[in-house]
């Protein structure tokens, strides 16, 4: 597989936190650089700025200094201005400081210093989607829909990215969560100790003999050999083949754009996946996909939404484009650029849209979003509704979206069962 230099990461789309690492908005980087330490400060050919409009940035930065009605911390006046600057050219690029950099980082490592809660805002308030497998939100036995009162006493409301914040900390420190459950009265109190939450952002479960379903929450850089190790299950949980695998992408806002090529190469035995046009060498580029099916060719369905963005649109265009899945759901969300973070040298990074992606077909979808084959009414089930855990009716039974799905999984199957029989006995099977 082609691919560039340098690890490229996308997150867009709906806000995914895991109680040490938010995501929120449209974020992007290149861990491959955000790993290394910053490069020093250097001049780069034909990008000084010009002196009229340095000497206008100090007379600006004069006159705040000396008549605005409040003293201004240097530091502070000087942040301002970098974050203006930066998130004038377009809604994606900004400057980030030092935790906002930490921030990005441990977004695509799969690994942070936590309680281990996946969290989302629904309906006004912030609710537990789910606890991480194995993690002190888990052994405590927080639920899947639980929602988010109070952390150390402080109210949460809405606020989901105070409630991440305050969820934050050192490993081994203590955390207090007061959460209110449908199908109990009052409050309930948690007192958690943080540690080190290895996180997994792949869940799969048998719907019925010979199909299965696989929901990935983004893309880190643990997600493909998550996505392997999954599929092996389904495998092992299904002798006699898979006829079939659901491929939900749902409310998943991307990750790591290398991780979501390789689950797309997962199913495609050849061609391309996605290209991007930029400026630089590092920003134009090809990947394509190496020879292998994890499921040897078993019908796909890749479930879409609003809430589908980035790495995800990557997957699900690459698959669609190739005639590999068919797509189920709602229009996607429709990022089509590539940001990269580049450390500063005084701490800090610049994240900078340094590229446009396309499909395998040549197509933007940035501001489109892609349309599925079959698009379902309605906003769909809330996605503290959809995982393991919540309520004793099987997914397919629960999610509308499910099982369209594994309907439409099924007739593939009959069709494809059909064209392998030699054209006599054609007219003999159903």
Same mark, same amino acid.
């Given at each position: ?10 997150? #867009? ?10 995501? !929120?908005?449209?974020? *992007? ?18 990008? #000084? ?13 004069? @006159? ?11 530091? *502070? ?43 989302? #805002? %629904? ?6 989607? @789910?606890?991480? /497998? ?8 927080? /639920? ?10 402080? $109210? ?25 459950? $449908? ?24 719907? %019925? ?41 749902? &409310? &998943?806002? !991307? ?26 060498? %590092? ?25 589908? *963005?980035? *790495? ?8 669609? $484009? ?91 199957? #009959?069709?494809? @069962? ?13």
């Amino acid at each position: 597989m082609a691919r560039p230099r340098t690890l490229v990461a996308l997150v #867009a789309g709906a806000v995914l936190g895991f109680g040490g690492a938010l995501t !929120g908005g449209v974020l *992007a980087d290149r861990p491959g650089e955000a790993s290394l330490p910053a490069h020093p400060a250097r001049p780069v050919g034909g990008t #000084a700025l010009p002196w009229q409009e340095a000497s206008l940035f100090a007379e600006v930065y004069e @006159r705040i200094k000396r008549d605005y009605v409040d003293d201004v911390d240097d530091h *502070a006046l000087m942040e301002k201005a970098l974050r203006g600057m930066v998130a004038a050219l377009d809604p994606h690029s900004a400057y980030l400081d030092s935790e906002e950099f930490e921030e990005i980082r441990l977004s695509t490592m799969g690994s942070y210093p936590g309680v281990g809660i996946e969290v989302g #805002a %629904e309906d006004g308030v912030v609710k537990v989607l @789910r606890p991480i /497998e194995g993690s002190p939100a888990q052994q405590a036995g927080l /639920e899947p829909g639980d929602e988010l009162v109070r952390i150390d006493g402080n $109210d949460i409301g809405a606020d989901l990215a105070g409630a991440i914040a305050r969820m934050r900390g050192a490993s081994g420190s203590l955390v207090k969560l007061t959460v209110r459950r $449908d199908d109990t009265p009052g409050l309930i109190e948690y007192a958690l100790r943080r540690a080190q939450v290895e996180v997994h952002s792949v869940v799969q479960q048998s719907l %019925e003999p010979g199909y299965g379903y696989l929901r990935i929450t983004s893309f880190s850089e643990t997600t493909p050999g998550d996505v392997g190790r999954a599929v092996a299950r389904i495998k092992r949980d299904n002798p006699s083949g898979i006829k079939g695998l659901v491929l939900d992408l749902r &409310n &998943n806002p !991307g990750g790591v754009l290398e991780s979501g090529v390789a689950v797309a190469d997962d199913f495609l035995e050849r061609g391309v996946i996605v290209t991007a046009d930029g400026r630089t060498p %590092e920003a134009r580029f090809r990947m394509d996909a190496s020879a292998g099916d994890l499921i040897d060719g078993a019908p796909l369905v890749v479930l879409v939404n609003g809430g589908s *963005a980035s *790495a995800s649109e990557i997957v699900a265009g690459a698959l669609k $484009d190739h005639g590999r899945a068919l797509l189920i759901g709602r229009r996607t969300y429709g990022k089509g650029s590539v940001q990269t973070v580049m450390p500063l040298a005084r701490g800090g990074a610049v994240k900078l849209t340094t590229s446009r992606y396309f499909t395998p077909s040549g197509t933007s979808i940035h501001g489109k979003g892609i349309v599925p084959d079959i698009v379902q009414e309605g906003p769909g089930a809330p996605p503290a509704e959809l995982l393991a855990g919540r309520g004793s009716a099987p997914l397919a039974d629960r999610d509308t979206d499910v099982r369209v799905a594994l309907d439409t999984l099924k007739i593939r199957a #009959a069709v494809a @069962r059909r064209a392998a029989l030699p054209v006599a006995m054609r007219a003999l099977v159903p």
